[in-house]
């Protein structure tokens, strides 16, 4: 069975721009989060997302949005983008909310210049 | 506040030794506590996860303990090898509900030399 895909797995965008992310879940699994991790701050929870509703918010700026599609593939954007948003972007997909075990895609390191 | 305080904040041990990395939290209410690794430049890999009610859950090597009344939880790594060179990072959640959150630990960085 796949894990879970991220892509792109390396961008670099300029102060200002917008980007996208792309997180694809494991088969079968429902639930999505997002988690932004920096040296600074250690990780930090985003969003959740579970049958195309968003379930749960961390405390970022309105900046950062996502969105879960019906197959459950998750995308994440952040527009105007800040010297500050450089950092690796996790998915992490399970079965459901709350279940024992979740799965880490290998990131998306972006680097804002 | 809800925080996630894990110690030490790194740790450098030799091949074979046994190791036990700590987390306190002060999340309120609990849902359940899980221990990730995770390796340099990838994401992290679920370890366990415990609710209120379990004590103790191995995976291997690797055996978590939860104290629920002190609200502290450890990582007992036993014969270390190489590969377990990584971060640690502890996780709680509150409640589950549909307002649940988690909060991270900062981690333990963990170097096992040969």
């Known amino acids: 069975k796949a894990g879970v895909t991220q892509t792109p797995r390396y961008l670099i965008k300029t102060r200002g721009q917008q980007v996208t992310l792309s997180c694809s879940p494991i088969?079968?699994?429902?639930?999505v989060s997002w988690y932004q991790q920096t040296p600074g701050q250690g990780l930090q929870f985003l969003f959740e997302?579970?049958?195309?509703?968003?379930?749960n918010k961390g405390n970022f700026p309105g900046r950062f949005s996502g969105r879960q599609f019906s197959n459950s593939r998750s995308e994440m954007n952040v527009s105007t983008l800040e010297l500050g948003d450089s950092a690796l972007y996790l998915c992490?997909?399970?079965?459901?909310?709350?279940?024992?075990?979740?799965?880490f895609g290998p990131g998306t390191r972006l680097l804002v210049l | 506040k809800n925080q996630v305080e894990q110690s030490p904040q790194s740790l450098i041990i030799l091949e074979g030794k046994n190791c036990t990395l700590q987390?306190?939290?002060?999340?309120?209410?609990?849902?359940?506590l899980r221990w990730y690794k995770q390796d340099t430049g990838r994401g992290p890999v679920s370890l366990t996860i415990?609710?209120?009610?379990?004590n103790t859950k191995s995976n291997g090597r690797y055996t978590a303990t939860l104290d629920a009344d002190t609200k502290q939880s450890s990582l007992h790594i036993t014969a270390s090898q190489l590969s377990d060179s990584a971060s640690y990072i502890c996780?709680?959640?509150?409640?589950?509900?549909?307002?649940?959150?988690?909060?991270f630990g900062r981690g333990t960085q963990l170097t096992v030399w040969p």
């Open positions: 992490a997909s399970s079965l459901a909310p709350e279940s024992e075990t979740q799965y």
């Open positions: 088969s079968g699994h429902r639930s």
């Open positions: 997302y579970f049958s195309e509703t968003q379930r």
């Open positions: 987390c306190n939290y002060t999340v309120s209410p609990f849902s359940n």
């Open positions: 415990m609710t209120f009610s379990e």
């Open positions: 996780v709680v959640s509150d409640r589950g509900s549909t307002l649940g959150r988690l909060y």
